[in-house]
């Protein structure tokens, strides 16, 4: 833990560092309203930020404040999250834009209990949000500040349990300034992933080695060992022709409300086949030429409604495949 007598050269330190290294072109840190910062935080808990950074600016345009957000149907929603992924974010967000239309007269609370309370916000984005849009002084407890707060106290346990987290929590609240919790926990998280990054930091170049007690920083934090990955087969249906392509709205948990290729009970040749990660597994996704079923549903090529992603993506591979349409159409 850094000396309270010599944190504020901490604080010094990092500020300056921050200011000539710190990271620029995020939208939501140039105008950090609440709203832009809800969003982001929404984007960013699964995405990474070179795919969020458009993502955002073309969400912004569609639902530009708390009210348009809270009028949209869900349809709209789904479909402007398109690609994004783990769609429970997108209705999450949608839910709570409602809860602050009515709960708090479209005012998006400071408080972090508040915030908590709301659908999809838990204690990392409900501290985010207050830091980020209400410039408050609270721990933020990111991959990137976790890793370089248990390098700087030297915190050999495993951060994996809930007395690990607890640790990390204090010392980062005790790193934290009187005032500028914007900038603070910005600079922090800058310097954890350009300087402090996972696996061998770059020491030599640290605004803060002067700080650090990390004997080993490679080596920390100290993390569980990693979960092997599992394959899965997923065979899925493709039913097209000039007149569109045959669907079917997934009832979830997984993807609810979203439309999908209908699952193949009948697996014979794929006409294609992707892969593509789902937290531990490794998905092969086959489509398989089928005849429509009664209760599938035609949908036009030039107007699909909102799809998983790696549905998308083998449904425009198959039509280009079996000549109907281009991968680029989509
Ligand atoms: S000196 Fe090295 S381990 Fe310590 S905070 Fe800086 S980059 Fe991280």
New binding site residues.
């Given amino acids: 833990m850094i000396d309270r007598a010599t944190l504020p050269e901490f604080h010094t330190a990092l500020a300056s560092w921050f200011a000539a290294n710190g990271r620029r072109g995020l939208p939501w840190r140039d105008a950090p309203t609440p709203y832009a910062v809800l969003v982001s935080e929404f984007m960013l808990q699964q995405t990474t930020v070179a795919t969020v950074i458009p993502r955002f600016k073309g969400w912004m345009a569609r639902f530009p404040d708390i009210a348009t957000l809270a009028n949209a149907t869900e349809a709209e929603v789904l479909k402007h999250w398109e690609g994004l992924g783990y769609y429970s974010r997108a209705r999450n967000l949608h839910r709570a834009a409602n809860a602050i239309a009515t709960l708090h007269c479209g005012i998006i609370p400071s408080d972090p209990a508040a915030l908590r309370s709301l659908p999809g916000i838990g204690p990392y984005t409900a501290s985010a949000i207050a830091a980020f849009a209400f410039d408050k002084c609270v721990p933020v407890l990111d991959a990137n500040i976790i890793r370089?707060a248990a390098?700087?106290a030297n915190f050999e346990s495993p951060i994996s349990t809930a007395q690990g987290m607890a640790s990390i929590e204090r010392i980062s609240t005790a790193l934290l300034p009187p005032t500028g919790g914007r900038a603070h926990t910005s600079a922090l998280m800058d310097?954890g992933s350009i300087?402090?990054h996972a696996g061998v930091?770059?020491?030599l170049s640290?605004p803060?080695?002067s700080f650090?007690k990390?004997q080993s920083?490679a080596l920390l934090p100290v993390k569980p060992p990693r979960k092997k990955t599992t394959e899965v087969v997923e065979a899925r249906s493709i039913a097209a022709s000039a007149d569109g392509v045959h669907l079917l709205q997934s009832a979830g948990p997984r993807w609810k409300g979203l439309w999908t290729l209908p699952p193949c009970t009948d697996p014979e040749e794929p006409v294609v086949t992707i892969t593509h990660a789902i937290t531990r597994y490794k998905v092969r996704l086959e489509l398989h030429a089928s005849a429509a079923e009664p209760h599938w549903t035609l949908f036009p090529l030039d107007n699909l409604p909102a799809m998983p992603s790696p549905h998308r993506k083998a449904l425009a591979l198959a039509l280009q495949k079996i000549g109907i349409g281009s991968a680029s159409d989509f």
């Fill in positions: 370089l390098r700087l310097l300087i402090c930091p770059d020491c640290c803060v080695k650090c990390a920083p």
